[in-house]
């Protein structure tokens, strides 16, 4: 769901760029009192899992499309939503910089999208209100399943509404409004069934290992001096694995809102307008250094012709540059997570 700059006006792009400023702010001044030195390695291995997560599609049967999980869900019950919402800022930038997943210009957008509404609605009005923790181990198990599930599809689902909101008020696409949300709103809701089931299954691991850090991010406390390195390795494991080797996994459909784009106007990617739009794609032209999850491919390679049966993709996609885009994103985002992590642990410190 990571909006391209073709669907965004400089108008609709700027304000989200400043409400999501906003909101950095405000989750800037709310995670001083919660962030302690078990949070902060905590909050850069679930940036750098939800980075390899990210980039692997899984397909959707029948429809020819695919999905990926959004993360913030597990972001926000793992970390609670002050953190979550920063973790996953980190997670989009990191990609949309270097990886040129998602554009400059409709960035605000795609932070907003993928980490408030999980963060600020899904999390504490629905997942919260069905999650007792604090009750008989069955009857657990069962609320973290429920509220998971309800909580992660419900949020995707806003999430989906907001881009078709998005693109209409931008105007700049001929992508009528009902038939673009009758098909963004029922693609999303199957990737929202596979993003709670996984939801649910990280969360029962960090249940099990260390209820206290479910427990921290719920009341927005620190986690305390419980040691949770275990936990640490586990997800760090998960995030090497994932974006080393499980990314070739990664389905060749086109993901729920380009699929969504080609059911209603007949094409995938749509060509961006001048000014703005160019100006920000020569900008992450130079800063994407790994386009797509790749290495860049040389002028002779984009203009070569190429045979029909040279270009049937193989599954696996065993490739070099994924692999090495999994490791280099999920090392950049931790590192920017880290980096948060210890400058407002350092402001709290100085006060």
């Known amino acids: 769901m990571h909006m391209a700059d073709a669907l965004i006006s400089p108008a609709v792009g700027g304000t989200m760029w400043a409400v999501t400023a906003g909101l950095i702010g405000y989750c800037s001044k709310k995670v ?11 909050m850069g291995v679930l940036g750098a899992f939800i980075f390899a997560a990210q980039m692997i599609n899984f397909t959707i049967p029948v429809t020819g499309s695919s999905g990926h999980l959004g993360g913030g869900m597990i972001l926000a019950v ?3 939503p002050h953190i979550a919402f920063l973790t996953m800022a980190s997670v989009l930038t990191v990609q949309s910089l270097f990886f040129a997943d998602g554009g400059l210009l409709a960035l605000g957008c795609n932070i907003f999208n993928l980490g408030f509404f999980p963060c600020f609605i899904a999390y504490p009005l629905i997942y919260k209100k069905i999650v007792r923790i604090n009750t008989t181990l069955d009857k657990a ?11 992660a599809i419900l949020g995707l689902q806003m999430g989906a509404f907001a881009v078709v909101l998005e693109t209409f008020f931008s ?5 009528p409004f009902t038939t673009f949300l009758m098909l963004m709103l029922p693609i999303h809701l199957a990737i929202g069934i596979v993003e709670g089931l996984t939801t649910a299954a990280v969360v029962l691991f960090i249940w099990k290992a260390r209820p206290e850090i479910l427990n921290a991010a719920s009341s927005s406390a620190p986690i305390g001096a419980s040691s949770i390195r275990n936990v640490l390795i586990g997800i760090s494991s998960a995030a090497v694995i994932t974006g080393v080797a499980l990314s070739w996994f990664a389905s060749s459909n086109p993901d729920g809102l380009e699929w969504a784009m080609f059911k209603t106007a007949g094409i995938e990617e749509l060509e961006a307008p001048e000014g703005v739009h160019s100006s920000l794609s020569k900008i992450q032209e130079k800063t994407a250094f790994l386009p797509d999850y790749g290495f860049k491919a040389d ?5 070569a012709e190429i045979m029909p049966e040279q270009n049937e993709s193989s599954w696996p996609a065993v490739d070099s540059g ?11 985002t931790l590192t920017v997570a880290v980096g948060i992590g210890f400058i407002f642990k350092r402001r709290k410190t100085n006060e």
């Open 32 to 42: 001083k009192d919660e962030m302690d030195d078990q949070k902060i390695p905590l």
């Open 78 to 80: 793992l970390l609670g």
């Open 141 to 151: 198990e069962k609320n973290i399943i429920a509220g998971s599930l309800i909580a």
């Open 171 to 175: 105007g700049i696409s001929e992508l």
């Open 299 to 303: 002028e002779s390679e984009k203009t």
């Open 322 to 332: 994924t692999s090495v885009s999994g490791v280099v994103g999920g090392f950049l």
